[in-house]
């Protein structure tokens, strides 16, 4: 009685699900294996020809080398500043209540919101960037810093640390709540010092913290579509496209949602792969202790 209880319970949480979340993946897997383009009611079966072809796409190659360069930066920039910021607001410093809410402010915003607020500080004539190179001395600077292939992605990926650096603070002062302070003490009669202390005990106790900020590290360096496109759309000349604006510009601007399913399956492989890695370490660390 009490299970048929609980399926009552799940049925309908299940069916939402199903709809919105199970039975357009399996969709999507199935227009990976045609040649739809998103408008004719016809398309053909092809098989796998879609797989082979986005593997040897050299568009797909350079997304895909954006997003590596994007998760390389990622796992550096806002993960070592917010461990360097939860160091320092942990010690209770005056005002640390306000800069930890300041710190984490962008994380409230969309992609769409942080995206316009940085298109002001790039912009060429305008933007706070630029004014503030003008006032060290070069008054004729109109630097474009998103219509330049060389800086487009860079800029675009500091845009993401800004805002992504305040997750990674609270996470790790998360975990600095939980170091245990008898193990600092004891160092400390040993005699060591800061640094001994920071490297030798209390980075070990934030092994937990470090595997959930580099597993979400990971996955919102993926979850980047919302930022790129209204920043760059992925130029200029595709030097910012990433796999989701190069699954959006196959799958609407060329009309071909078979590949653009292809893509996107793909993407969902590789965050499966990530999500599995990280929830087999929580496992090993909960069976440990």
Known sequence: MQKNTAWQFLLLPLLIYSTIII???????????????????????????NYKRVFTDPNFS???????????????????????LAVLLDKGIPGATFFKSVIYLPMIFSYVIIGMIWNFVY?????????????????EWNYAWLAQAKTALPAIILEASWQHTGLCMILYLAGLSGVRQDLLEAARIDGANSFQLFFHIVIPQLKNSTIVVISLTVINSLKNFDLVYISTKGGPFRSSEVLTTFMYRESFWNYQMGYGSTIASVLFFIVFIVVFFYFNSVMKEEKSE
């Open 123 to 139: 912009e060429p004539r305008l933007g706070i960037l630029n004014l503030f190179i003008r006032m060290l001395g070069y008054p």
């Open 23 to 49: 039975f357009p993946f399996l969709q999507s897997l199935y227009l990976s294996l045609t040649n739809w383009n998103g408008l004719s009611p016809e398309f053909d079966f092809i098989g796998l020809a």
């Open 62 to 84: 350079g997304a895909i080398m954006h997003n590596l360069i994007w998760v390389s930066i990622f796992l550096v920039v806002p993960t070592s500043m917010g461990l360097f």
